[in-house]
């Protein structure tokens, strides 16, 4: 059996074991003259970036987000998604993590009635992802007391 490296696409690189079957009778033996290759060990690579995060509960002061990532199996396993949150009004940021590889996130101690973009990114073994498309939503403004 050998060993080699191939290079199937541009950055992705498979390390493949080549070998050859042996064929046995009565007659004697001998190996085929086909080669056979294994692509089972795969190189990790750095993962693509997350779909833009869709909005599912809201009120004031938080917003819960969720996003698809689908992966080849060159990215996997997955560590954690960040989330950046930007404020559109004067361009603030700070990045918040995923609890554990968790594809929801819950973003608290938001301003009320002030848009925001949220974006996400994935993280591996080679590194991360950039973010990915953002998805802007303005929180809720206060209640207003009547008297």
């Known amino acids: 059996m050998s060993r080699g490296l191939c290079q199937m696409k541009k950055n992705h690189y498979f390390l493949s074991r080549h070998w050859k079957r042996c064929a046995a009778s009565s007659y004697g033996s001998g190996f085929a003259s ?4 294994d692509f089972s060990s795969l190189f990790t690579v750095r993962p693509v970036a997350p779909s833009s ?6 009120s004031n002061r938080s917003v819960t987000l969720a996003w698809n990532h689908n992966t080849a199996r060159a990215h996997r396993p997955i ?17 918040i ?5 968790a594809t929801t996130v819950i973003v608290d101690n938001l301003s009320p009635d002030t848009l925001y973009a949220f974006a996400v990114r ?3 073994a ?7 498309p953002e998805t802007r939503f303005r929180t809720l403004g206060e209640a207003t007391n009547y008297i």
Do not use: M
Not at 34 to 37: G, L, S
Not at 97 to 101: F, R
Not at 126 to 132: I, K, L, Q, T, Y
């Open 34 to 37: 086909k080669t056979y290759t």
């Open 53 to 58: 995060p869709d909005v599912k509960a809201f």
């Open 79 to 95: 560590l954690r998604f960040s989330v950046v949150v930007r404020s559109v009004d004067d361009d603030s940021r700070f990045v």
């Open 97 to 101: 993590p995923a609890p554990s590889n």
């Open 122 to 124: 994935a993280e591996n």
């Open 126 to 132: 080679a590194g991360h992802s950039p973010f990915g």
